[in-house]
C-alpha cells in the first residue's frame, strides 16, 4: 500500500509536468483549434533559458539557506517562464501568423510547426550543446525527504515540482475565468468572428494566448531540468505525452488538460505495480503501450476526451 | 410577378401511398424540446411545404427525417420509392451504420436526399464532379478495378459523367460544368446542390429552404425546377421555406410548425385563413406584422415572407 | 495618427528585420559548447563584430521590404523573372555546387578549383583565364558583370544593351563550359560534377531573359501566356529540341568510357577499342551509326510535333526506342570487353561507363516521347477525361514527365556511387511511402502520425517470411522477399483496418495522436517482443530479391543500381494505378468527405467504408516499401522506425503539396535529397536545423506546397478571399 502511494507521489510529479505542457497545448488548441507542435521547443528552451539565469547565480555544489534556495527556485521559474514565452510569442508571429493571413490549410500549420521545432532544437544545440544528460547546478539536496507518513515519502523536488505547477495552474484558471484577458481569450476560444465584432483583438489575444501557454511550458522546462536532465532534443518525449494528455482530458479544455497531465502521470506511475507487470519479461516501455491503449479506450467512449472540448465551457 | 400563382397540378391518386409517416415524434436537445409529438405523412407525388417562423423545428424535423437526429420518441416510416415497403427507419437494421443507430447515407440509398440550409456543396470539386459524387454512390465497382481500368468500371464511369451532364442540363448549369463549385454563383450553387440531390436517384427530395438569399427571378426560374423535378421525374419534395409565395403557388399541402408543435395542416388557400397560422407568424416575428396583416384576405398577393434580408445573414 | 501607425509597423518592420539578422548569425555562428560553458557559440556569435555583418543583411532586408512596391513593377516586366532565376542557378552553381570530383581539389567547388588551376601550367590559357589567372574571382566578376547589364537594360529599356548582356552571357556559359571540360580532361578522373553544367543552363536562362528584354516593351510579363504558347503550338516539340541539346552534348562533348586515366569522348572510343574484338555492329555504332541513328531520330521527332502525323509519331516511338536498346547493348559489349582486356581499373560488364552513353538514351527517350505526345494530340476526345487538369498545362506537364522518366531511368548510372545509395535508401523509399501517405492525408483528408508502422509490418513481415526472426514461417511459407510483396500487402491492409476500424470516427486531431500512438505501439512491442522480433538487434541477413522464371534469372545486390531500377518499377506502377484511383469514384468520394463530411454522408457516400479504404490502401503501400527497404538494406532494428520518420513523411506529403501525386514525390525527393546535398554546405550536425528552416520559409511563403493539386489550390484561395466569396454571393441570378 505504501508503495501504491509511493507510486501515486511519483504519478503526481510526472503528471503536473505534463500537465503544465499540457495546457500549452489546450490553449493554443482553444483559439486556434490547431496543434502547436513546436510547443515542445518552447519547453526545452525554458530549462535552457532558466539554466543562464541560474548558472550566473550560483554554483555547483553551493549549499545556500533555505530562503535563497527558494528565491533561486522562484527566479528559475521566471526566467523559463520568459524565456518560454519568449519563444512561444516569437514562435506565432512567424510560423502562424503569417499562415493565418494566407489562410493556408490546417495540415500547413503543422508542418510549419515541425519545421520550427526541428529548427529550434538543432538551434539550441547549436549554440549550447547536444550531449543529452545536462544538468542543473546542484545548489540543495533534490531527494531530502520532506514528508515521510509511514513509508510514504515525498522529496523535496517532488514537493516543489507539485506545489508549484498546482500554484500556476490554479493561477491560469483564475487568470482565464475572471480577468478580461481570460474572457477575451475564452471569447475567441468560442466564436472568433463574434468576438471580433464585440471588439476583441484577435490577433493579440492569440498572441497572449501563446505567450501564457509558453510560459508555463518554460516554467515546466525548469522544474524537469530541475528533476531529471535537460537537452536540445529534450522537448519530444514529454510532448508528445503531453498532447496526449490535452487530448485525454479534451483538446482545447484547460480543466480538461489539468486532469489528462495528472491521469496520464498517474497511469504511467501505477501501471508497473500492478500484480501481472513483470518487469524481468516485458521493459518499463509497455507503460507507454498501456497509457496509448487507455488514451484509445477513453477516445472510444468519448470522442472528445474526458471533459468535452470546449475552452469556454469549461474554464 | 403573377407568373407563379397557379397552383401545381395535385397527385390525382384518390388513394394516395404514403412515402413518409411521421407519428407523434419527440425531439429533445437536454432540457430543450425541439419536436414536440409532431405527426405528418406525406404522399407519394406530391410537394409537402413546412413552414413556420424561425426556430420552429423545421430543420430539426428535417434531421429527424434523414437521421442525423435520433427522436426520443414517436416512430417515422419510409417508403421513399414506387414499390418499398413502409419501414421504420428508427428501428430497422437497415439503416444501421457501424455505430448502431440510424445512419443518413443509409437513409440516402434508400431513395432521400437532401439539400441544406447553409449551401454545402464540395468547393475544391467542379460542378460535374459534385454531381458525379452523388450519382456514383449508386454504383458497384472498387478501387481495385478502378486502378486496374477494367471494362465495367470505364463503363460506370462513362454513364455517372452522362447522367451528370443531363442533371447539370436539367437545372441549367452546362456551362458552369467545369468551373469549381465554390466558384459559382450563389443561386447557381443552389441549383448544383439540388441536382447533386437527384444525382442519387432519390423518391423523395427534401429541400431546406432552397429560396433563401436568392432574387426575385431566381425564384420563379426556382418554382419552375421543383415542378419540373415533382412532374418531370416523379419526385416527392418536402419544402421548408420561408417565401410564401413561393409555397403558396408550388405546394400541394403544408404543414406548419411552431414551437415544436404542428399547429396546423391542410392546403394552401386553408392555410392562409388559418387564425393559429396567422397568430404564429404575428407573435413571433415582430418586425415585419404588416406581411401578417396582408396575409388576410388575398391569397395570391400574400407575402408571409419572413425576407431574405432576414435569411441572408443566416447563410 | 496615421502616420504614427504606419512609424509604428516600419519600427517593428525593421525590428523584425535585425532580429532575422541576429538569428541568422547564430544559425551560421561557432559550433556548440562544452557541457560547462554552455553560452561559448551563443557570445561567439553574438559579441563578435561579424554580427554588424548580419544586422546588415537585416537592415537590407528591410529596406527591400518597405521600397518593395517600388521594385516590383521592374520584377514583372517581361524578362525579369528568368534573368533573376538564372543569376540565382549560375550563384548556386558557383557556391554550392562541385566543379570537379578529383580528389586533387579539396571540396570540389568552384573556389578551390580556381586557386588549383590557376597555378598549374599545364592547362591552356584560355582555360586559365576563366578560372581567374589573370585576374582573380573571373567568374563572379563575369556574372556580376552580364547580370548588372541586364538589370540595366531592364531597367532603362535599351535594347542595345540587353542584347550585348544576352550574348556575354552565352559567352560566358559556354566558356565556363568548355574550361571544366578541360580541366576534368587534363585531371583524368571520372567526372560526375554538375557544377559547369548548372553555370551553362543559368546562363542560358540570363541569356533568354536579356532576349526577352531586348525584345519586349510591355509592363506587365505574360508568363503563364508564353509557357502556354511555347508549349502548346507544336505539342511535344519543346522536347525534341531539349533531346537535340542532350544528345549534342552527349555525342561532341561527354565521357563515353572512363577507366583510369582514360576518358575518351565518343569520337575516341573507336581508336582505343581497336583490335579489342568488338562486334561489328558495336563498331559501327560507335564509329558512324550513332551519328545516322541521331539524325534519323531527331528528324522523325521534329517531322512527327511538327506535322502531327501519325506515322511519323509511331516512328519516332519504334526508332527511338530501338536506339535506345542499341545504345545499352553496345555500352554493354564495350564495358565487358574493357574489363576483359584489362584497361587500367576497368571492372567489366556495366562499370566504368562515361555519362556520355546515358545521356544519349535520354536523348532517344525524349525524341521518342515527342512522338508519343504527338501520338497523344492527335486522338485525345475523351468525355470522361479528369476534368480538373487544366488543358493549358497539360502539354507542360507531358513534357516534365518525360523528362523526369529519362532522368530516372538514365541519371543515377552516372551519378557517385554514394549518390546512387542515397537516390536507392533514402529518395525512392521515402518517396514511395510519401505516394502512400498522399493517400490518407491529401486526398482522404486523414491526420496520420504513425504512418511508419504499417513501413515496419511490412519490414518485419518480410524478415519473418525470409525465416529471419527468432519465430520461423513454415517451410512452406519461406519465401523470397518478393514473393513476399503479396502477403506484406495483406497483412498491411489488415493493420490499417484494425487501427481504422475503431478510430476512424475520431475527428482530425484525435486520430492524430491516435495513430501517433498507434505507431508507438508497434515500435515499443518491436523493440521489448525479444522472443518474436529479437529486440532492439533486430534481423540480420534478410536475403536480397531474386526471380527465377524459366529462363529468365535476376538475382539483386551487387550494386545499388538494381535496387534503384526495382524501385523504379514499384514507384512507376504505384503512381500509374493511384492516378487512376485519383480519378475514380473512390477519388472523388475522399475528396467529398475531405471537403463536407456530413455533405457526403447525405449524398450517400458511406464515410467510414471510404476512410477504411485509404487508410488501408495506404497502409498497404507503405507495406511495400518496407519489404523493398528490408531486403534493400538486409538488416532492420526498431530504430528504422521511429516516430520522427512518420513526422517527416507528413513533412515531405506537405511540403510537396498535399492531395497532388507529383508533389508528393517531389516533396519526399527534395527534403531527402536535401540533407545529402548539405553534407557539403554546412556542418553536418547543423543539417536539421537548415532543413528546419527550409520546411519554415516554404510553409510561410507557399502554403500548398512545391506542386499544388489543383483541387487543393482551389480550396486554399477559395479559404483566403472571404471577402471575394461574398462578392460572389451579393449578385445572385447573374451567373446564368
Redesign the interface.
Known amino acids: 500500500m505504501n508503495d501504491f502511494m509511493n507510486f501515486v507521489i511519483l504519478g503526481l510529479t510526472r503528471g503536473s509536468m505534463y500537465a503544465l505542457i499540457a495546457l500549452g497545448y489546450t490553449l493554443v488548441?482553444g483559439v486556434l483549434q490547431l496543434?502547436n507542435f513546436a510547443h515542445s521547443e518552447v519547453f526545452m528552451s525554458g530549462a535552457?533559458g532558466s539554466?543562464?539565469v541560474i548558472?550566473s547565480v550560483v554554483t555547483d555544489g553551493s549549499s545556500p539557506p533555505w530562503f535563497a534556495v527558494v528565491g533561486i527556485i522562484v527566479l528559475g521559474l521566471g526566467s523559463g517562464a520568459i524565456t518560454g514565452a519568449a519563444v512561444a510569442w516569437?514562435l506565432e508571429?512567424?510560423?502562424y501568423r503569417?499562415?493565418r493571413r494566407?489562410?493556408?490549410?490546417?495540415?500547413?500549420?503543422?508542418?510549419?510547426a515541425?519545421?520550427?521545432?526541428?529548427?529550434?532544437s538543432?538551434?539550441a544545440?547549436?549554440?549550447?550543446?547536444?550531449?543529452n544528460n545536462?544538468s542543473f547546478p546542484t545548489y540543495f539536496n533534490l531527494n531530502k525527504h520532506v514528508i515521510d507518513i509511514g513509508g510514504v515519502t515525498v522529496s523535496l523536488v517532488q514537493l516543489i515540482i507539485i506545489v508549484s505547477a498546482l500554484l500556476m495552474m490554479l493561477f491560469l484558471d483564475l487568470l482565464v475565468s475572471k480577468t478580461k484577458l481570460g474572457r477575451s481569450i475564452r471569447g475567441v476560444a468560442e466564436d472568433a468572428p463574434t468576438a471580433a465584432l464585440m471588439g476583441i483583438d484577435i490577433d493579440k489575444t492569440i498572441s497572449r494566448t501563446f505567450v501564457i501557454g509558453g510560459a508555463l511550458g518554460g516554467a515546466a522546462g525548469f522544474l524537469f531540468g530541475t528533476a531529471f536532465f535537460f537537452s536540445n532534443t529534450m522537448g519530444?518525449i514529454p510532448s508528445?505525452k503531453a498532447?496526449?494528455a490535452a487530448?485525454l482530458g479534451g483538446?482545447g479544455n484547460i480543466r480538461g488538460a489539468m486532469l489528462g497531465g495528472l491521469l496520464l502521470g498517474m497511469i504511467e506511475a501505477i501501471v508497473p505495480t500492478f500484480p501481472w507487470y513483470k518487469p524481468g519479461f516485458?521493459?518499463t516501455?509497455?507503460t507507454?503501450?498501456v497509457a496509448?491503449?487507455v488514451?484509445?479506450l477513453v477516445?472510444?467512449v468519448r470522442?472528445?476526451?474526458i471533459l468535452g472540448e470546449r475552452l469556454g465551457r469549461a474554464a | 410577378m403573377t407568373a407563379v400563382t397557379s397552383t401545381a397540378p395535385e397527385p390525382t391518386a384518390t388513394n394516395p401511398e404514403v412515402v413518409y409517416d411521421v407519428k407523434d415524434v419527440t425531439l429533445r436537445f437536454g432540457g430543450v424540446t425541439s419536436l414536440n409529438k409532431v405527426s405528418l405523412q406525406m404522399h407519394r407525388g406530391e410537394i409537402l411545404a413546412v413552414i413556420g417562423p424561425n426556430g420552429a423545428g423545421k430543420t430539426s424535423l428535417f434531421n429527424s427525417l434523414t437521421g442525423v437526429y435520433t427522436p426520443q420518441e414517436g416512430s417515422i416510416m419510409l417508403a421513399a420509392r414506387k414499390g418499398d415497403e413502409l419501414t421504420s427507419i428508427l428501428h430497422d437494421p437497415r439503416f444501421y451504420g457501424a455505430r448502431k443507430s440510424t445512419a443518413t447515407h443509409l437513409i440516402n440509398r434508400h431513395g432521400v436526399a437532401r439539400t441544406f440550409q447553409n449551401i454545402r456543396l464540395f468547393p475544391a470539386l467542379t460542378a460535374l464532379e459534385n454531381i458525379k459524387v452523388g450519382v456514383e454512390t449508386r454504383q458497384k465497382s472498387g478501387p481495385v478495378s478502378a486502378m486496374l481500368g477494367m471494362p465495367w468500371q470505364r463503363r460506370e464511369e462513362r454513364e455517372s459523367t452522362e447522367r451528370a451532364y443531363e442533371l447539370l442540363r436539367f437545372v441549367g448549369l452546362t456551362a458552369r460544368a467545369n468551373d469549381l463549385a465554390g466558384a459559382l454563383a450563389y443561386g447557381e450553387q443552389r441549383r448544383l446542390e439540388i441536382a447533386r440531390a437527384l444525382g442519387t436517384e432519390p423518391g423523395v427530395i427534401l429541400l431546406d429552404e432552397p429560396a433563401a438569399g436568392t432574387n426575385p427571378a431566381e425564384k420563379r426560374e426556382l418554382a419552375e425546377l421543383i415542378r419540373r423535378i415533382n412532374v418531370e421525374d416523379n419526385v416527392s419534395v418536402l419544402l421548408i421555406e420561408h417565401d410564401m409565395k413561393l409555397v403558396m403557388s408550388i405546394a400541394h399541402r403544408l404543414v406548419v410548425l411552431n414551437f415544436g408543435e404542428k399547429i396546423a395542416e391542410g392546403k394552401p388557400a386553408d392555410i392562409q385563413r388559418n387564425p393559429a397560422v396567422i397568430a404564429a407568424y404575428l407573435g413571433t416575428t415582430n418586425d415585419e406584422p404588416e406581411a401578417a396583416t396582408t396575409a388576410q384576405p388575398e391569397p395570391n398577393t400574400t407575402d408571409l415572407d419572413s425576407g431574405p434580408a432576414a435569411e441572408g445573414d443566416e447563410s | 495618427m496615421r502616420n504614427s501607425g504606419l512609424f509604428n509597423d516600419h519600427v517593428k518592420r525593421l525590428l523584425?528585420c535585425l532580429?532575422g539578422g541576429v538569428?541568422l548569425a547564430?544559425?551560421v555562428?561557432n559550433?556548440?559548447?562544452?557541457?560547462r560553458d554552455?553560452?561559448y557559440?551563443?557570445r561567439a556569435?553574438i559579441f563578435s563584430p561579424r554580427l554588424v555583418v548580419f544586422l546588415g543583411f537585416g537592415l537590407a532586408l528591410f529596406v527591400a521590404i518597405t521600397y518593395w512596391s517600388r521594385i516590383s513593377p521592374y520584377f514583372v516586366r517581361p524578362g525579369a523573372r528568368p534573368l533573376a532565376a538564372g543569376a540565382a542557378a549560375v550563384v548556386a552553381s558557383y557556391g554550392l555546387l562541385h566543379w570537379t570530383d578529383s580528389n586533387q581539389v579539396t571540396g570540389g567547388k568552384l573556389g578551390a578549383l580556381s586557386s588549383a588551376v590557376s597555378g598549374t601550367d599545364g592547362i591552356s590559357s584560355f582555360t586559365r583565364t576563366f578560372f581567374g589567372s589573370v585576374v582573380p574571382g573571373t567568374p563572379w566578376l563575369l556574372l556580376v558583370v552580364v547580370v548588372a547589364l541586364g538589370v540595366v537594360s531592364l531597367v532603362l529599356r535599351l535594347p542595345v544593351l540587353a542584347w550585348l548582356a544576352a550574348g556575354l552571357g552565352l559567352l560566358v556559359g559556354v566558356w565556363g563550359y568548355i574550361a571544366q571540360s578541360a580541366v576534368s580532361d587534363y585531371l583524368k578522373t571520372a567526372d560526375h560534377s554538375t557544377g559547369a553544367q548548372v553555370a551553362i543552363l543559368g546562363y542560358a536562362a540570363i541569356a533568354s531573359g536579356c532576349f526577352v528584354i531586348a525584345r519586349s516593351q510591355t509592363d506587365q510579363a505574360d508568363t503563364v501566356g508564353f509557357i502556354e504558347r511555347v508549349f502548346g503550338w507544336r505539342p511535344g516539340f519543346p522536347l525534341a529540341v531539349l533531346g537535340t541539346a542532350v544528345g549534342l552534348v552527349a555525342l561532341l562533348t561527354a565521357t563515353w568510357f572512363s577507366p583510369a586515366d582514360r576518358n575518351p569522348h565518343l569520337s575516341g572510343m573507336t581508336n582505343l577499342f581497336s583490335g579489342e574484338g568488338l562486334s561489328a555492329i558495336s563498331s559501327a555504332y560507335l564509329s558512324w551509326l550513332v551519328w545516322v541513328i541521331f539524325v534519323v531520330a531527331l528528324a522523325l521527332a521534329f517531322a512527327a510535333t511538327y506535322l502531327s502525323r501519325q506515322a511519323f509519331s509511331w516512328a519516332s516511338i519504334v526508332i527511338g526506342l530501338g536506339a535506345v536498346v542499341l545504345t545499352l547493348t553496345t555500352m554493354h559489349e564495350f564495358s565487358s570487353i574493357g574489363g576483359k582486356s584489362g584497361f587500367d581499373g576497368a571492372n567489366g560488364p556495366w562499370q566504368n561507363i562515361g555519362a556520355g552513353p546515358w545521356m544519349l538514351c535520354g536523348a532517344f527517350t525524349m525524341f521518342a516521347g515527342a512522338g508519343w505526345i504527338a501520338l497523344r494530340q492527335g486522338r485525345r476526345v475523351d468525355p470522361a477525361a479528369p476534368t480538373v487538369v487544366a488543358k493549358a498545362g497539360s502539354n507542360l506537364n507531358q513534357v516534365l514527365i518525360i523528362v523526369v522518366l529519362a532522368g530516372a531511368l538514365f541519371y543515377p548510372p552516372t551519378a557517385t556511387q554514394f549518390w546512387q545509395t542515397v537516390i536507392v535508401a533514402e529518395i525512392g523509399i521515402y518517396v514511395l511511402l510519401a505516394i502512400g501517405l498522399n493517400v490518407v492525408?491529401g486526398w482522404a483528408g486523414l491526420?496520420d502520425l504513425g504512418f511508419i508502422a504499417f513501413y515496419a509490418i511490412g519490414s518485419y513481415t518480410t524478415a519473418y517470411l525470409t525465416g529471419t526472426l527468432p519465430i520461423k514461417p513454415p517451410d512452406w511459407l519461406h519465401l523470397t522477399p518478393l514473393a513476399a510483396i503479396p502477403f506484406a500487402i495483406v497483412i498491411c491492409l489488415l493493420a490499417g483496418l484494425a487501427l481504422g476500424a475503431?478510430?476512424l470516427?475520431?475527428?482530425?486531431?484525435?486520430l492524430?495522436?491516435?495513430t501517433?500512438?498507434?505507431g508507438?505501439?508497434i515500435r515499443?512491442?518491436a523493440?521489448?517482443a525479444d522472443k518474436v522480433t529479437n529486440g532492439p538487434k533486430g534481423a540480420f541477413g534478410i536475403p536480397q530479391p531474386v526471380i527465377h522464371l524459366g529462363p529468365i534469372h535476376i538475382q539483386w545486390g551487387q550494386s545499388a543500381l538494381q535496387f534503384w531500377y526495382l524501385l523504379l518499377v514499384l514507384i512507376g506502377v504505384t503512381v500509374l494505378l493511384f492516378n487512376r484511383l485519383e480519378h475514380s469514384r473512390l477519388g472523388r468520394a475522399w475528396a467529398a468527405i475531405r471537403e463536407d463530411e456530413v455533405a457526403a454522408q447525405a449524398t450517400g457516400i458511406n464515410t467510414t467504408r471510404v476512410k477504411l479504404l485509404a487508410f488501408a490502401i495506404g497502409a498497404s503501400t507503405s507495406g511495400v516499401a518496407g519489404v523493398f527497404f528490408a531486403s534493400q538494406i538486409g538488416y532492420i532494428n526498431p530504430d528504422n522506425f521511429l516516430?520522427?520518420n512518420s513526422?517527416l513523411v507528413?513533412?515531405y506529403v506537405?511540403?510537396g503539396g498535399?492531395g497532388s501525386l507529383p508533389g508528393a514525390i517531389a516533396g519526399a525527393a527534395t527534403l531527402t535529397w536535401l540533407p545529402e546535398f548539405l553534407k557539403d554546405q554546412v556542418p553536418a550536425?547543423?543539417r536539421?536545423?537548415w532543413?528546419?528552416?527550409?520546411?519554415?520559409?516554404?510553409?510561410?511563403?507557399r502554403?500548398?506546397g512545391l506542386i499544388p493539386a489543383k483541387r487543393?489550390a482551389a480550396?486554399?484561395s477559395g479559404?483566403?478571399g472571404?471577402k471575394s466569396a461574398e462578392t460572389v454571393a451579393v449578385p445572385a441570378g447573374e451567373g446564368m
Not at chain 1, 102 to 112: E, Q
Open positions: 488548441y496543434i535552457f539554466y543562464l548558472q516569437s508571429r512567424v510560423a503569417p499562415l494566407r489562410g493556408a490549410p490546417k495540415l500547413a500549420f503543422l508542418i510549419s515541425i519545421g520550427a521545432s526541428f529548427f529550434l538543432q538551434l544545440g547549436k549554440l549550447f550543446n547536444r550531449l545536462n519530444f508528445v498532447f496526449a487530448v483538446i516485458i521493459g516501455a509497455w507507454d503501450v496509448f491503449v488514451l484509445v477516445l472510444i470522442p472528445s476526451g | 523584425g532580429a538569428v547564430l544559425m555562428g559550433q556548440e559548447g562544452v557541457q554552455f553560452g557559440a551563443f556569435a492525408v491526420l475503431p478510430t470516427r475520431l475527428r482530425g486531431d484525435y492524430a495522436i491516435v501517433l500512438g498507434f508507438e505501439i515499443i512491442v523493440v521489448n516516430l520522427n513526422i507528413v513533412a506537405v511540403f498535399m550536425e547543423d536539421q536545423m532543413i528546419g528552416a527550409v520546411i519554415l520559409l516554404m510553409m510561410i511563403f502554403p500548398a487543393r480550396e486554399l479559404f483566403d472571404v
